[in-house]
């Protein structure tokens, strides 16, 4: 379990991190998510003993990363922002430092190890290749595989898809998707479909404080066009479908832009199949029925720019 | 203990992963044997020890154990990988005390490869090896001394440059505080004999010319180790107390 109690942290005059609590449990792939500047590459920092905060704790498996360093690293795997690596290093080198380094392999389980993840990361065809010679989605992904090297009840990762191709991003993604059971997982992004993809879980940061805490479906409740309708019908008759629509009484609000409709419902509740029967009762020539887009961008663009 | 024995082998072959090493060998052996033949007079004083030989070292340290000790740090602090190295689990002094000694064992065995020297004049004359031996002694101590205080500038900045002119002004400071050249400057300029002599108690020549001359005194160990410590210390700190 990775925690964070209080932490603050100010540089000079500044505060960076503003007094941030949170939990990641077992199975929880926690987003991290806020604007450049917010405070994420901070906190991750204070959470794996790099930065000492200013005041508050961070726990690892209930150690102290502060008191009890040596117990609480041993716990998670860390991939930090912009994955640096020992240049002049080949991959097999840099994976056989990292283990040898977290802790007493004997040879064979070693090799083991290194071989597992060479695997998992797709690493055999650059394996002896010097770091500086790799492109930007290689070096990523060696320093992804240094992460998960020890199979870490824990993993840290301060945006583990930058620099990917869209391909390689989706190999990541299910990646960790793959190993959420098992682990607690808490890694920073700005890309919201990432979230909405792999998270079970959303903390919002701006500021260094903490805007929203919660699953990424209740963010999504938070669009003004959460279970909007829209539809597209032959008739023109529209001034009569708005009158019979508004009468409706899980509607709040219809805009009409052109042929399009969009009907807002009532405390996000899900009208897709009374709007339908409705256009059947009418006999309106329906042309189209869906779901208004949800867009996270969008929400996450409210929440932070106020 | 683990986690030393990683950094250090990963620092150690290190310096044979770039050309580094190789040219620093090469200007250190040119640097020391080349000032003790042409400089030193080392032929025509026909005699047969290595004072000639020592003498030099300390100012070829000056110039090129910054060089080897600028990057210890500081490249670290450049390419970010000190995050990865610090969220290891090891401890700071560890780190400190893995690569310390990978850049020690560098300088030490291009010393080792000086080791001409004593064969030529073992081969030219008869030479009492005492003084050879406790004068290896004293320069690999020495060097200990200046690389530690490389490190901890190194720990100061991310800049290589900048180390590099931070530590050679300390050293510079630390030998010509006993330079016998400087020394008769002070005491010309009636500086008080106790306060000169105390002032060069703090030098590296003071506690190397003994050695070189066959004389091993435990005063002069100290000094060595207790810099080395107290840098090394002082290194720790500045890692983690520099955010």
Redesign the interface.
């Known amino acids: 379990m990775i925690e964070a109690e209080n932490l603050v942290k100010n ?1 000079g005059s500044i505060c960076a991190v503003d007094n941030i609590s949170f939990q990641v449990k077992k199975g929880d792939i926690l987003g991290f998510l806020g604007p450049n500047g917010a405070g994420k590459s901070t906190t991750m ?1 204070m959470l ?5 905060p200013t005041s508050g704790t961070a726990r690892i498996g209930n150690n102290d990363i502060q008191k009890e ?2 117990a609480a ?2 716990l998670f795997g ?1 991939l ?3 994955g ?6 080949t991959v097999l ?1 840099i994976l056989n ?2 283990a ?5 392999y004997t040879t064979n389980k070693k090799n083991e190890v290194i071989e597992h993840v060479v695997e998992t990361c797709k690493l055999r065809d650059v394996r002896n290749q ?1 770091i500086e010679t790799l492109s930007k989605g290689f070096r990523q992904r060696v320093s992804f595989a ?1 992460a998960i090297l020890h199979d870490p009840p824990c993993l840290i990762m301060d945006e583990p898809t930058d620099g990917l191709d869209p391909n390689q991003k989706k190999q990541v993604r299910n990646l960790i998707a793959s190993m959420a059971e098992e682990k607690s997982i808490i890694l920073s992004t700005h890309i919201l479909e990432e979230v909405e993809s792999i998270c079970n879980r959303v903390i919002i940061i701006d500021k260094g404080k903490i805007l929203i805490d919660e699953k990424p479906e209740e963010m999504r409740q938070r669009h003004p066009h959460y279970n909007a309708v829209e539809i597209k019908l032959g008739n023109t008759k529209l001034a009569e479908i708005k009158e019979e629509i508004q009468s409706i009484p899980e509607v709040k609000e219809i805009q009409i832009n052109g042929d399009d409709i969009l009907i807002i419902p009532k405390g996000g509740k899900d009208i897709i199949n009374i709007i339908f029967d409705v256009t059947l009762k009418n006999n309106w020539s329906l042309a189209n029925i869906e779901k208004a887009p949800v867009l996270m961008d969008e929400i996450f663009g409210d929440l932070t720019q106020n | 203990m ?2 030393i ?3 250090f ?2 620092e150690f072959f ?1 310096y044979f ?2 050309p580094v090493a190789y040219v620093f060998l090469i200007v250190f052996l040119i640097a020391s044997v080349g000032l003790t033949w042409f400089v030193g007079q080392f032929f025509s004083a026909n005699d047969a020890s290595l004072n000639r030989f020592f003498i030099f070292m300390p100012w070829v340290f000056l110039f090129l154990i910054p060089a080897v000790g600028m990057r210890l740090w500081a490249e670290e602090k450049r ?3 000190w ?2 190295l ?6 700071t002094i560890e780190a400190v005390l893995g690569k310390f000694l990978a850049g020690w064992t560098f300088i030490t065995l291009a010393i080792l490869l000086t080791l001409t020297m004593p064969i030529t004049v073992g081969y030219l004359g008869n030479p009492d090896w005492g003084p050879i031996l406790s004068g290896y002694l004293g320069t690999i101590l020495m060097a200990g001394a200046f690389l530690s205080i490389c490190s901890l500038t190194s720990a100061l900045t991310k800049n290589q440059v900048i180390s590099f002119v931070l530590s050679v002004i300390i050293c510079l400071i630390l030998v010509f505080l006993g330079w016998s050249v400087f020394n008769n400057l002070l005491t010309s300029i009636n500086i008080p004999v106790w306060l000169i002599d105390a002032l060069s108690n703090f030098s590296f020549i003071t506690h190397f010319d003994p050695m070189t001359k066959g004389l091993i005194t435990i005063a002069d160990l100290i000094f060595y180790l207790s810099l080395i410590i107290f840098s090394l210390l002082l290194n720790v700190l500045a890692l ?1 107390r520099s ?1």
């Not at chain 2, 610090?86 to 401890?91: I, Q």
């Open positions: 540089f920092k794996t003993g790099f930065l000492p360093p040596l690293k041993r860390y930090p922002e912009n640096p690596l020992y240049q002049e290093m080198e430092f990292i040898e380094m977290r802790d007493a010097s240094q | 683990r986690t024995n990683a950094i082998k990963r290190g992963r770039s390419s970010g990988t995050e990865l610090l969220t290891l689990p090891v401890t983690e955010f």
